[in-house]
């Protein structure tokens, strides 16, 4: 019989492939901020087009939520991952986007390296984190807001990067709480569990961190930097301790699948190049069910001369900078 984890991660894929894309243009039209402020969240909030973005997200979270119960961390935080080649065959096909060749191969490994793991990740129930378990997530949460708080002074690429992948380190230490969560007996068993208030915590924080992550460079870069970073410790903490499983016999492939689907996450952070700049220019993009007007304009490293494009360059949960005429660019 098959598990319906594997329903529950395909949907997911969708669903998160749908928040970056609509989450980020929302990104793109609120005032950049270099501290470590929730107010952002208020503000981001106040965007239909964030607040769709939104419920896409929670929906992918549940369904990933779902999919723990049964499968593997390394297949589930990896798939995320996926959402990113969703999001880019999305833009291409609604707003136009104009991916270079070497973003498409990197999309096509990403899938490979998906595909392998599915073949080798075996459907297993988790076993309990114990007290040491809950003091090192909760530990964790400390270290990974006071880091934010400092990494929010970065600027462009660097701090899309450094952000993207503090915010990774949230989510992945969230996946480790929600596995042997998803497995509770009852929903008082649920609610009692301190591992569903440190999930909380851990979410709200890797939110609030990839929203400072999409207003400094491109959704790719946030979103790559952010799964990269998130996808490791979790699987390692997985197959460690939470009875995660491999068929016999193809270990081989996990480890292939995860390389090759880390080195193409890692590889996307090349677009990594500031897109948000508020300039005076008023452009517009679609987005649902009308034309939304925004004030920031992009440049993305999709070329390196001038073209004309109503494209969104590329975030988890993500953000994606809308794009107006691009510009020369000027790598040192």
């Not at 589930?76 to 065959?89: D, E, K, N, R, Y």
């Not at 002074?153 to 660097?158: I, K």
């Not at 649920?190 to 609030?208: A, K, M, T």
Request: some cysteine; aromatic content about 6%.
């Amino acid at each position: 019989m098959v598990s319906s984890g594997w329903c529950f991660l395909a949907a997911m894929i969708i669903a998160y492939g749908f928040a970056n894309l609509l989450q980020s243009v929302a990104a793109a039209r609120t005032t950049v901020h270099h501290t470590f402020d929730p107010g952002l969240l208020l503000r981001l909030a106040g965007h239909r087009t964030y607040l769709i973005g939104l419920a896409c997200q929670v929906v992918g979270f549940v369904l990933a939520f779902l999919a723990r119960r049964d499968l593997p961390l390394f297949l589930v935080q990896a798939s995320v991952a996926a959402g990113l080649g969703v999001t880019a065959v999305l833009g291409v096909l609604v707003l136009k986007w104009r991916l270079p060749a070497a973003e498409v191969v990197l999309l096509v490994l990403l899938f490979a390296g998906i595909t392998a793991l599915v073949l080798s990740a075996q459907p297993a129930p988790s076993r309990q984190l114990g007290t040491a378990g809950l003091v090192g997530l909760a530990v964790a949460v400390v270290a990974i807001a006071a880091s934010g708080f400092f990494a929010a002074r970065l600027h462009g690429a660097l701090g899309s990067v450094v952000l993207g992948s503090l915010a990774g380190m949230a989510f992945s230490a969230a996946a480790v709480a929600a596995r042997p969560l998803a497995s509770a007996g009852s929903v008082e068993a649920f609610v009692r569990d301190p591992l569903l208030y440190l999930l909380i915590v851990h979410s709200v924080i890797g939110q609030l961190l990839l929203g400072l992550a999409m207003q400094r460079g491109s959704t790719t870069a946030a979103v790559a930097a952010m799964d990269a970073a998130g996808a490791v410790p979790a699987a390692i903490v997985g197959l460690l301790l939470l009875n995660d499983k491999i068929w016999p016999g193809r270990e081989w492939l996990a480890g292939l699948g995860f390389l090759v689907t880390l080195a193409a996450v890692v590889g996307l952070t090349r677009y990594a190049e500031p897109q948000h700049h508020h300039a005076g220019a008023r452009q517009k993009a679609m987005v649902g069910a009308g034309m939304v007007p925004v004030q920031a304009a992009s440049t993305g490293p999709r070329s390196e001369t001038t073209t004309s494009t109503g494209g969104v360059t590329s975030t988890g949960v993500g953000s994606i900078g809308v794009a107006g005429r691009r510009r020369p660019i000027t790598r040192s």
